[in-house]
C-alpha cells in the first residue's frame, strides 16, 4: 500500500515505539481491548543492540504489526526527525517482515509528561520512564483512531 493510504485494522498484539536519537520508548497493546500499556525503554545509540532489544521483544510479544509515532512540526510539516523515523519503520518492515504503521505524534511526549506528573512523577525522575509513556499515547492514540494510521 502507498504511503498516505489508510492502514487497515490488525487484530491482536501490538507493539509501538517512539523512535529516538539516544532512547526508543516502547508500549504494548492489545486490539482486544483497545488499551496500550508502557512496556521498555531501549537506551542505547547503537543500532546492532537496539535491533537485538527489539527482536527480542518481538519473539516474546508476538505482535501482529508494529507502531512507529511519527513527529512532525505542529502545523503538519515534516522536519530531520520525521525522516529518520520514517527510517526506522522501514527498517523495522524489513528486517521484521511486519506491518508498520505511522502514527502522528504530535503533543504525545507533552501528553507522557503530564501523565507522570499526575502519577507524582517529577523532573529528571521521569526520564528512564517518559519515552515509553510517550510509545504508549502513540499506540492509544491508534487504538482511538485506527483509521488515521499509514503504512510505512
Not at 10 to 18: K, P, Q, R, V
Not at 45 to 55: L, M, P, S
Not at 87 to 110: M, Q, W
Request: neutral net charge; hydrophobic residues 45%; charged residues 20%.
Amino acid at each position: 500500500m502507498p504511503d498516505g493510504v489508510s492502514a487497515p485494522d490488525f487484530s491482536g498484539i501490538l507493539l509501538a515505539f517512539d523512535f529516538g536519537e539516544k532512547r526508543i520508548g516502547v508500549a504494548t497493546g492489545n486490539t482486544l481491548l483497545n488499551s496500550a500499556q508502557p512496556l521498555t525503554t531501549i537506551s542505547t545509540e547503537k543500532t546492532d543492540e537496539r535491533f537485538a532489544a527489539i527482536a527480542k521483544l518481538l519473539a516474546e510479544w508476538q505482535p501482529s504489526a508494529l507502531v512507529v509515532g511519527l513527529p512532525c512540526h505542529e502545523d503538519g510539516a515534516p522536519h530531520q526527525m520525521t525522516a529518520l523515523c520514517r527510517r526506522f519503520a522501514n527498517r523495522l518492515k524489513g528486517r521484521f517482515k511486519l506491518p508498520v504503521i505511522l502514527v502522528d505524534e504530535r503533543y504525545t511526549s507533552a501528553a507522557a509528561s503530564e501523565a507522570l506528573t499526575a502519577r507524582g512523577i517529577h523532573g529528571i525522575k521521569q526520564k528512564p520512564l517518559l519515552d515509553q509513556v510517550a510509545a504508549q499515547h502513540i499506540l492509544q492514540a491508534y487504538f482511538d483512531e485506527p483509521t488515521t494510521g499509514i503504512l510505512a
